[in-house]
């Protein structure tokens, strides 16, 4: 059971709204919060989301979710005119491990933030990092994978 939290955990971090049933096809999932300056980028950002969201539970405590349709504008508060849209159509494929460990492998694009560390990043192809469950965030102190990494912060500084 604490794995399957685990991953419902993992899946509202992704996008609060997903609360329906696993497996369903997927629904509208729009969003749009801010992210403090320092917990992510050296300045508060915004992100707006619009497009579809999924999660679809697997056998062996899996998880994936998908975001078929997802764009996300970023944008800088601290100069709202400096913006970027990102197709995010990736998806991230959740699996808890024998310690309670939750590892995440996102593939195709997918925009990833960790607070603690303060990156922000949009990945193309294939990552893997943690999820701290005891934080509640994404640890990407310890991402790795092939592909491509652009810094988000970069594009709207």
Same mark, same amino acid.
């Given at each position: 059971?604490?794995?399957?939290?685990?991953?419902?955990?993992?899946?509202?971090?992704?996008?609060?709204?997903? @609360?329906?049933? &696993?497996?369903?096809?997927? /629904?509208?999932?729009g969003f749009s919060f801010d #992210?403090? %300056?320092?917990?992510?980028?050296?300045?508060?950002?915004?992100?707006?989301?619009?497009?579809?969201?999924?999660?679809?539970?697997?056998?062996?405590?899996?998880?994936?979710?998908?975001?078929?349709?997802?764009?996300?504008?970023?944008?800088?508060?601290?100069?709202?005119?400096?913006?970027?849209?990102?197709? @995010?159509?990736? &998806?991230?494929?959740?699996? /808890?491990?024998?310690?309670?460990?939750?590892? #995440?492998? %996102?593939?195709?694009?997918?925009l990833l933030a960790d607070p603690?560390?303060?990156?922000?990043?949009?990945?193309?192809?294939?990552?893997?990092?943690?999820?701290?469950?005891?934080?509640?965030?994404?640890?990407?102190?310890?991402?790795?994978?092939?592909?491509?990494?652009?810094?988000?912060?970069?594009?709207?500084?």
């Open positions: 059971m604490n794995r399957l939290l685990a991953l419902v955990v993992f899946a509202l971090f992704v996008n609060p709204t997903m @609360v329906h049933a &696993a497996g369903s096809p997927p /629904v509208d999932a #992210i403090p %300056a320092n917990a992510g980028c050296n300045f508060p950002v915004n992100w707006t989301g619009t497009g579809k969201q999924s999660l679809i539970t697997l056998p062996g405590d899996r998880a994936i979710v998908t975001a078929p349709k997802q764009r996300t504008v970023v944008t800088n508060l601290a100069d709202p005119s400096k913006s970027v849209t990102l197709n @995010v159509e990736g &998806a991230l494929h959740g699996s /808890v491990g024998p310690q309670g460990e939750l590892t #995440i492998v %996102a593939t195709g694009r997918n603690i560390a303060n990156i922000m990043v949009l990945t193309v192809g294939t990552f893997q990092y943690t999820f701290d469950l005891n934080t509640g965030f994404p640890d990407l102190s310890d991402l790795s994978g092939e592909g491509i990494l652009i810094d988000v912060c970069a594009m709207i500084e």
